[in-house]
């Protein structure tokens, strides 16, 4: 080597290759890297072993991070390619995501799957069974029960939760529950969720064999259900009763035909909630009852309310400003309307809620605004009205994304007479909201506002 010549260890920091830069990473200690590398895609974490021989050994001991829904183009090959990843990989396991719907594998099949030693102390488990309308749910597996003291995060469908294998669960450490299509009795219901006393969030989705679930958690901070009925001959889920939830802060009801029955016993941080217009579903506060988005007796307020999404079938403003009353510190709107109705006419109306400046709303989203009388009046009593308004989204079609369409309807809103002065008014073509067929996995509930894009 010349004298005053790089090291060969400085070669390689440096790099000899056209981007140049320094290899910092490959300098971590195998454990960093296998985090690392645990937090990429399936394919995208086997393919690091071809970076260097110093990632070569990596991936196989990395806390494994399996998904099955996007390993193969072919779902016959999925079977096999799961099988030789968990044969080959020495573990532990960090998360495995076994979807439904496919037929190529069974329940034996999964069952031996969740028996090998590489997903040892899973923390993530996504376990759906592969079913067909026929056949009756197969049952959890009962090496699930291996994983209780070590999973955080559990999504179980297509299945059947037999009352033997809920009573021998006990799940210290999970904190988001998803229940998809699984079948399962009232009294093991409640024993799963008193057996998880970190549980924060919850997601039922088109389950059965129960009729009324209670809700006594003090760890619990969101719930979304859905309780669309679609087996024919099962207990159907109509009654859901939050007893006792001090952390509560979302309420989500997401189906769009059910009549579930929903009360509120306790639940003071209870912020965010989710209604639609289905006359046969029903909400309470204490005496306050709430049918359709319907107010009948309104004997109680709920000040902790600031986040509200209502699906109406028809735009109405009166049924809107009931619940502002119902809501009086309501801060964000979340509107869908299917069809127009009224005029929506207020002048002269609402002057109490006018008058004291009960109007809190700082956000409106507005899905579905092409430009009806309806709909500009509904809109126009909160531009001229709302004090503290600081957002307003409004959802248009593409064919009216142009200057006319959009200099006519600023004008009838009449915005450059806003009461807010500092309130910013968007059209949009793009996606404005979350609509509730778009909460689908327990980690949106996680979010701070599950409806915002």
């Known amino acids: 080597m010349e004298a005053g010549g790089p090291s060969s260890e400085t070669r390689r920091r440096v790099g000899e290759d056209e981007g140049g830069g320094a290899d910092r990473i490959s300098d971590l200690p195998d454990a960093v890297l296998g985090d690392i590398i645990s937090l990429l895609p399936t394919k995208e974490g086997a393919r690091t072993r071809i970076l260097a021989s110093r990632w070569r050994h990596l991936w196989r001991s990395a806390p494994l991070n399996l998904d099955c829904s996007n390993l193969t183009a072919s779902w016959g090959e999925v079977a096999g390619v799961v099988s030789r990843i968990l044969t080959s990989h020495q573990g532990p396991g960090r998360c495995f995501r076994i979807p439904g719907g496919s037929k190529c594998y069974g329940s034996a099949t999964v069952d031996s799957w969740l028996q090998s030693p590489a997903v040892d102390n899973l923390q993530e488990l996504c376990l759906s069974y592969p079913t067909d309308n026929q056949s009756p749910l197969p049952p959890l597996s009962e090496s699930f029960l291996r994983f209780s003291t070590t999973l955080r995060v559990a999504t179980i469908g297509h299945c059947h939760l037999r009352d033997s294998t809920v009573q021998g669960l006990q799940l210290p450490q999970l904190k988001l529950l998803t229940l998809e299509l699984v079948s399962i009795s009232e009294c093991s219901l409640q024993h799963l969720i008193a057996e998880c006393p970190a549980l ?55 189906d769009l035909i059910s009549d579930l029955h929903v009360s509120v016993i306790f639940a003071p941080k209870l912020e965010t909630l989710r209604c639609h217009s289905v006359a046969s579903t029903k909400i309470s506060f204490g005496s306050t009852v709430i049918q359709g988005l319907l107010i009948f007796r309104l004997t109680t307020v709920v000040r902790s309310i600031k986040i509200l999404s209502v699906d109406m079938c028809i735009l109405n403003l009166d049924t809107i400003i009931d619940l502002m009353r119902c809501f009086p510190c309501l801060e964000k709107l979340y509107i869908q309307s299917y069809k127009s109705g009224p005029n929506n006419f207020w002048i002269g109306k609402h002057k109490n809620l006018i ?45 009216n994304y142009n200057k006319e369409f959009l200099a006519k309807h600023r004008r009838k809103l009449q915005i450059e007479n806003r009461v807010s002065r500092g309130a910013q008014f968007q059209f949009t073509t793009d996606i404005c909201a979350r609509n509730a067929w778009d909460i689908k996995d327990v980690h949106d509930l996680d979010l701070a506002d599950p409806f915002a894009c």
């Open 200 to 254: 924060e969030c919850l997601l039922i989705n088109h389950s059965f064999g129960f009729s009324r679930l209670r809700i006594n958690s003090v760890s619990i901070r969101s719930v979304g259900v859905r309780a669309e009925y679609y087996v024919k001959d099962e207990l159907k889920f109509g009654e859901l009763i939050i007893e006792n939830a001090p952390c509560l802060e979302k309420l989500l009801h997401l």
């Open 355 to 399: 008058r004291c400046h009960d109007i809190r709303l700082k956000k409106i989203v507005f899905k579905t605004y092409c430009g009806i009388k309806s709909q500009v009046s509904f809109l126009t009593f909160f531009v001229l009205n709302a004090r503290v308004l600081e957002s307003m989204i409004l959802r248009i079609e593409a064919k």
